[in-house]
Nanobody
């Protein structure tokens, strides 16, 4: 079992920045690839970014490429999502997830956090 807890969400103006954190406990953190997903009201959960077990590979949704950066610190059992140049359309609940492979499909991830709200005002 892996427990994931997100933090760092909040209200920010358009063009601003936030850094989300996801702290993991339980089984060995470095065993898992990590993903970030988001879900806006009335919409399906969508992929945002993912990072490989060692952090050497990352992948981003086109909608956030160049604005968001995913990173991890395996010594601290934490994965981060740095979000810059935020737009109102980035408003959603953001979730981190742990899985065996770095993919974009939610169903391939085994463990999920409870989510943190990000609201971007125009």
């Amino acid at each position: 079992q892996v427990q994931l807890v997100e933090s760092g969400g909040g209200l920010v103006q358009s063009g601003g920045s936030l850094r989300l954190s996801c702290a993991a406990s339980g089984r060995t953190f470095s065993y898992y690839a990590m993903g970030w997903f988001r879900q806006a009201p009335g919409k399906e959960r969508e992929f945002v970014a993912a990072i490989s077990r060692g952090g050497g590979s990352t992948y981003y949704a086109d909608s956030v490429k160049g604005r968001f950066t995913v990173s991890r610190d395996n010594a601290k059992n934490t994965v981060y999502l740095q979000m810059n140049s935020l737009k109102p359309e980035d408003t959603a609940v953001y979730y981190c997830a742990a899985g065996r492979v770095m993919v974009t499909t939610p169903k391939e991830y085994d463990y999920w956090g409870q989510g943190t709200q990000v609201t971007v005002s125009s």
